[in-house]
């Protein structure tokens, strides 16, 4: 019987330099990053990151969750992440295998499991821990179809279902349970954040956020914050910045548009919360970026 390659060697074939590698499978992404120390700021959509090999950290909210080979960071919503690589190199590159959570998979696959008692209260948005060994497995077999991609439409499907299968079953499968188990905390918190982000350049009304998600506006904000780790006004603010980034970036539109675009009417704001967030005015943030690229 022929040896089965490492899983870091097939990945490192498909990812092989720096950079974010979407595959043939949808949904399915390999990252990987030559160089630590470098922020990246960016809204991840709920989604399993497990690290394969180097290390990296995750900071959701105000929360860090630090990750190394085996271990596996958790999103059950959309949210604004900074990750931070702590162990990478050329030699040695830091890479992950990434994939995005299927709602109405879930909740089919919830629709047929039996039932439990659902945790009400508010569970985090996020989570890190050691990789259970049977989602392990399963991502193998994932990574696998790459070399063979005449089997990925018969077979990634079945793989990616029983990935998610194996994270409900799982114990942090109360943490994805809570999430999309109507009349739960959590639901209604990632409701709010669906609606937030699709609202993000509108004024920040508590008390439209709070009659969205079914509370009152003082219980709302309580549970917003032990959720997400973040207050409304900073997921907004995080929103907007990011975007904004992003818009200079690839669109070459400059700072006062760019502010102007994501909600703000103030350019001194704008400019004074970017360089808070980034560390530079929004012209040297742009301008030290495409140089590194």
Known sequence: MTKKPPLINTLLRHAPNDGNFPTNIKGFMIARRDTPNIIERCMIKPAIIITVQGKKRFIAGNVPYTTAAGR????????PVD??????????????????L????????????????TDKKN???????????????SFTRLVELLDTPEH??????????????????????????????????????????TWLEKNYKAPLKIEVLAKYAGMAESTFHRNFKTVT???????????????????????GIDAAKAGYEVGYESPSQFNREYKRMFGKSPRNDIKAILAHT
């Open 83 to 100: 990750c931070i690589p702590l162990q990478a190199s050329s030699e040695k590159p830091y890479c992950s295998i990434v994939l995005k």
């Open 123 to 137: 569970l985090l948005a996020a989570i890190c821990s050691e990789t259970d060994p049977a989602v392990l497995e």
């Open 102 to 117: 299927d709602a109405s998979l879930i909740t089919q696959i919830l629709a047929e499991l039996p039932k439990e008692d």
């Open 72 to 79: 596996s960071f958790i999103l059950g919503m959309d949210l």
């Open 152 to 193: 990925i439409p018969h077979l990634a499907p079945l793989i990616i279902r029983e990935i998610h299968y194996r994270l409900l079953i799982s114990p942090l499968g109360k943490h994805i349970r809570a999430i999309y188990f109507l009349g739960t905390q959590s639901n209604q918190i990632a409701h709010a954040l």
């Open 229 to 251: 780790s973040m207050s409304p006004l900073q997921f907004q603010k995080k929103i907007r910045l990011i975007e904004a980034q992003r818009l200079m970036l690839t669109k």
